[in-house]
């Protein structure tokens, strides 16, 4: 049986990934922060008491700020593969609070690195990149694409990516990056565009409210579903050699197709209930993001299925309650 061990395992990503590791025959640990309020709400379906014999999802207290924690995790749980999934990862909050986003999101994953290194852990690593890297370099954008980072979480992000390759060619460790591009579900976090579309459209078709707040309208990304991006992590963990790979749909959509395509499924008309608040616009903006992952095609075999249309209704169907709405990709996922 494989140990992987996942950082960020309770955001969107890493529930998603514990779920297909799980499916996989995976034994899985995740770290937690401690916080004086559950946070764990996405691992509810997989989660089983740890007195459970037959149960293959721990979790564990740590955070990618302490060293200690880590260093002592990787050595007890000696895991085969190894997803750093955590950051800050709130682009416009990032210029709020920029030290502490560059110390968990670039310093945290030097610190697994290094624990990787002093312990001599033969484990494979994965790095979770980001298309912001990329910034207002000019689209589509691959692996060679110069980096432009436009926001604290982009520099912090540009520097885990570059120090994961450094340890890669310096130390012979087994690292990739995933230079994900967008990817959203109904897992997403609330203070994010795409959920806060989603759940706002939900919110004014039930009459619980009437306007929704946004920024900068014409921003265009590359949207795709979560799910499918953690299979992506996976693959490229299982390749005879590492390397760093652009995972996304090759397609792009404004953020205001985003709230038309949204409006239009529960038959409103946007422009009855947008308010643009300068609020949220960001310092310095990242104009246009479209992913070219060929490289993840042909070496890979990685491929995307759903379309940021389908997107738009899975997210807004689960914010209604329909009960097909964001399950889970992998039969039996929930048996652990």
């Avoid at 000019?138 to 520097?159: D, H, W």
């Avoid at 795709?224 to 959509?253: C, H, R």
């Avoid at 499924?265 to 609020?279: A, E, G, N």
């Amino acid at each position: 049986m494989k140990r992987a061990l996942i950082t960020g395992i309770t955001g969107q990503d890493g529930s998603y990934l514990a779920e297909l590791l799980l499916a996989k025959g995976y034994e899985v640990h995740g770290i937690k922060r401690r916080s004086s309020s559950f946070n764990t709400g996405r691992l509810d379906s997989i989660y089983h008491d740890w007195h459970d014999p037959g149960s293959r999802l721990h979790l564990h207290f740590a955070d990618l700020a302490d060293s200690s924690s880590l260093w002592t995790l990787l050595f007890d749980i000696n895991p085969d593969e190894i997803y750093n999934l955590a950051a800050q990862s709130h682009v416009r909050v990032s210029f709020d609070v920029p030290e502490y986003t560059c110390d968990i999101t670039a310093n945290g994953a030097l610190r697994l690195l290094e624990g990787v290194r002093k312990l001599k852990l033969k484990a494979r690593y994965y790095q979770a990149s980001s298309s912001e890297m990329f910034g207002a370099t000019p689209g589509p954008q691959n692996e060679l694409t110069r980096f432009y980072p436009r926001s604290p979480y982009a520099c912090a992000k540009a520097f885990a990516h570059a120090i994961t390759v450094n340890y890669r060619e310096s130390y012979d460790i087994f690292a990739c990056s995933g230079i994900l591009f967008n990817h959203e579900s109904p897992r997403r976090g609330e203070t994010f565009v795409t959920r806060k579309i989603a759940r706002g459209v939900a919110r004014i078709k039930r009459g619980l409210q009437d306007k929704l707040y946004l920024g900068n309208l014409e921003a265009r990304r590359d949207w795709g579903y979560a799910p499918e991006y953690v299979e992506a992590m996976w693959m490229m963990l299982q390749q005879d050699k590492p390397g760093d790979y652009v995972i996304g749909t090759e397609s792009n959509y404004s953020v205001q197709q985003f709230v038309e395509l949204a409006f239009g499924h529960v038959s409103l008309d946007w422009r009855d209930h947008v308010v643009i608040d300068p609020l949220y616009y960001r310092p310095a903006e990242v104009d246009f993001l479209l992913a070219d992952a060929s490289r993840a095609h042909n070496e890979l075999g990685w491929r995307h299925k759903v379309e940021c249309p389908e997107l738009v209704r899975i997210m807004v169907d689960a914010e209604l309650g329909l009960p097909a709405a964001g399950s889970s990709l992998w039969q039996g996922a929930g048996t652990v």
